[in-house]
């Protein structure tokens, strides 16, 4: 199995959840791509584009900031109903946390749940230094290697 496989399917287990994704960003921070992902019911998520403000991972890129959602919460800005994600995967909760390095916007973690779910600022706190440890990992090119042969 691939390091970067195993790194998703230890964050779906350590997370309890039901999927687990990271998308990395282009150098403008304009979009970005999907790289991975452990959970998924299908590929659709590989040929989503993030796009800052569009669903839970677009506002997480776009505010720099941890943002949580619910399938039928009705709120667009936070994702909700409007989450492209959510809706492919069948999720009713997620959470969407920036992936930086050294202050440098790189992704974002995604994580959800096929049932209700609340996530808390405690289990944001975890998800977040999560991030931080994935940041670190991705700038160093610790997969540069298998991102490169997985999306070229």
């Known amino acids: 199995m691939k390091k970067i496989q195993e790194l998703f399917d230890r964050l779906r287990t350590e997370t309890g959840s039901d999927f687990v994704g990271i998308a990395v960003t ?17 590929d659709r998520y590989r ?18 900031r941890s943002v ?11 994702g909700g109903t409007d989450c492209p994600l959510m809706l492919a995967e069948g999720l009713s909760s997620a959470a969407a946390v920036p992936i930086r390095y ?23 706190t975890v998800l977040e230094a999560q991030a931080e440890s994935i940041g670190g990992q991705l ?7 298998e991102l490169h042969r997985n999306h070229s």
Request: charged content about 20%; glycine content about 22%.
């Open 68 to 78: 949580t959602g619910r399938a039928g919460s009705g709120q667009r800005a936070s």
């Open 47 to 64: 040929h989503m584009v993030l796009k800052p403000g569009r669903g839970l991972a677009g506002t997480a890129l776009l505010t720099a």
């Open 102 to 124: 050294l202050g440098r916007m790189l992704g974002v973690l995604y994580v959800g749940m096929r049932q209700e779910h609340e996530y808390t600022q405690g289990s944001l």
């Open 139 to 145: 700038r160093d090119g610790r997969f540069a290697g």
């Open 26 to 42: 282009d150098g403008s921070h304009r979009q970005g791509r999907w790289i991975g992902a452990s959970g998924s019911q299908n």
